[in-house]
């Protein structure tokens, strides 16, 4: 069973920095594209990066464009998101996700398989 466990969620002051890491059992990453997504109270889901399977493709969000940074470590099966200059804003649960088709896609139907979210908070 495929099976992804996100980590390094926490309460940060404006301006602070974390990163959320995104572990697999069960399968192998490499195999996979994966997004990392958010969500709000009372907001939809959004797509905030994603990476293909190959690392040589990522995306990010014009939100969180120059201040995020996606990267997989394969042999480490895990995929880690470097929040820095963190905002208000950003405040949400984030989740990770893996696409068999291997691509970069920060669109949620294209995610077959989903971690259980880490929650961060951006606040003073």
């Known amino acids: 069973q495929l099976q992804l466990v996100e980590s390094g969620g926490g309460l940060v002051q404006p301006g602070g920095s974390l990163r959320l890491s995104c572990a697999a059992s069960?399968?192998?990453?490499?195999?996979?594209?994966i997004g990392w997504f958010r969500q709000a109270p009372g907001k939809e889901r959004e797509g905030v990066s994603c990476?293909?399977?190959?690392?040589?493709?990522?995306n990010y969000a014009d939100s969180v464009k120059g201040r995020f940074t996606i990267s997989r470590d394969n042999a480490k099966n895990t995929v880690y998101l470097q929040m820095n200059s963190l905002k208000p804003e950003d405040t949400a649960v984030y989740y990770c996700?893996?696409?068999?088709?291997?691509?970069?896609?920060?669109?949620?139907?294209?995610?077959?398989?989903w971690g259980q979210g880490t929650q961060v908070t951006v606040s003073s």
């Open positions: 996700a893996a696409d068999v088709k291997k691509r970069c896609s920060r669109a949620p139907p294209d995610f077959g398989s």
């Open positions: 069960g399968f192998t990453l490499y195999y996979y594209g």
């Open positions: 990476i293909s399977s190959s690392g040589g493709s990522t």
